[in-house]
Nanobody, 118 residues
């Protein structure tokens, strides 16, 4: 099992920045891919960014150029730095860990609220 705990959300003005953190515990060595997702009220959960064990990253078009996903393997922590935040970035942000194998297993954190408003 893998446990994920997010932190760093909050209220920020448009144009501001936030850094989200996701601390992972448990069977970390079995995890191949870490990601951030978000879900706005009334909308489906959507992928924001991914990072592989080797540090290869990928971003949704909506955040590309404004966000950076990174990981500190020594701390078993993944980060999402978000800049130039817009009201449409308002959502609950979830950390995800994916294990590939005979079957794919997803682990989720509890989510952290990000609100972009003046």
């Amino acid at each position: 099992q893998v446990q994920l705990v997010e932190s760093g959300g909050g209220l920020v003005q448009p144009g501001g920045s936030l850094r989200l953190s996701c601390a992972a515990t448990g069977s970390i060595s079995t995890i191949s891919l870490m990601a951030w997702y978000r879900q706005a009220p009334g909308k489906q959960r959507e992928l924001v960014a991914t990072i592989t064990r080797n540090g290869i990253t990928n971003y949704a078009a909506s955040v590309k150029g404004r966000s950076t996903i990174s990981r500190d393997n020594a701390k078993n922590t993944v980060y999402l730095q978000m800049n130039s935040l817009k009201p449409e970035d308002t959502a609950v942000y979830y950390c995800n860990a994916r294990r590939f194998g005979f079957s794919t297993t997803d682990f989720w954190g509890q989510g952290t609220q990000v609100t972009v408003s003046s």
